[in-house]
């Protein structure tokens, strides 16, 4: 048995081939069925560049040539040729085209990948007069290097208005993130808070693109 990063139906996916007894049986998870690609699931975080997302597990099948592939919500196995292998990545290729053509970023994964700017831990549980981290967490779909510069707005309540910017520079199809730090003061409500997050992308201005939950307790 032999595991798999396949990011088909989603980015955090994977593929597993087991060979025995004369035969290649590759389980595929959600990204395949008998039609072909099964890809409702844009939203996962399935990008759209040659290498990456259907196009790499296009290719992972075509190396690997397995007899039977399996998914897990259908009851009967199923295989691919090659010129039907083929014929899914040049619909990809044109999907990519389309794409690109309505969505007027550089890249198109900025328009169809919702987390590429992203806190983590998203949700934070912690006491009056703790120290947080928080970080950061952003993907440069372009093809060369990208500054960024980050800032966590803080509740009015807590008597500053933002963290001190903290800076990153990114490399192409790479994640970095950027961590911001601050202080609950002690004498708050006990509630849930919500922290935007203010992000300069190059010259581009994200004024509370993404945010981050602190419950204070």
Request: charged content about 20%; hydrophobic content about 35%; overall charge negative.
């Amino acid at each position: 048995m032999t595991g798999y990063h396949f990011p088909g139906q989603t980015y955090y996916h994977s593929g597993l081939l087991v060979e025995g007894r004369g035969l290649r049986m590759f389980f595929a998870g959600d990204s395949f069925t008998m039609a072909g690609i099964d890809d409702y699931c844009v939203g996962n975080r399935n990008f759209m560049r040659e290498g990456s997302g259907f196009d790499k597990c296009i290719t992972l099948l075509e190396q690997l040539k397995p007899d039977l592939i399996f998914n897990s919500h259908v009851d009967q196995a199923f295989d691919f040729t090659p010129e039907q292998l083929a014929f899914m990545r040049a619909n990809l290729a044109k999907r990519r085209l389309e794409y690109a053509s309505f969505l007027g970023q550089e890249d198109l994964n900025y328009g169809i990948d919702e987390q590429w700017i992203r806190c983590f831990p998203y949700e934070q549980h912690l006491r009056a007069g703790t120290n947080v981290t928080l970080h950061v967490v952003i993907t440069n779909h372009s093809a060369e290097p990208r500054s960024s510069e980050c800032r966590a707005v803080l509740p009015m309540a807590w008597g500053q208005e933002t963290t001190d910017p903290a800076f990153a520079t990114i490399e192409p199809h790479q994640e970095e993130s950027v961590s911001l730090s601050f202080r609950i003061p002690d004498n708050v409500s006990l509630e849930r808070y919500v922290v935007p997050i203010d992000v300069k992308y190059e010259e581009r201005l994200l004024p509370q693109v993404t945010e981050a939950i602190i419950q204070v307790f």
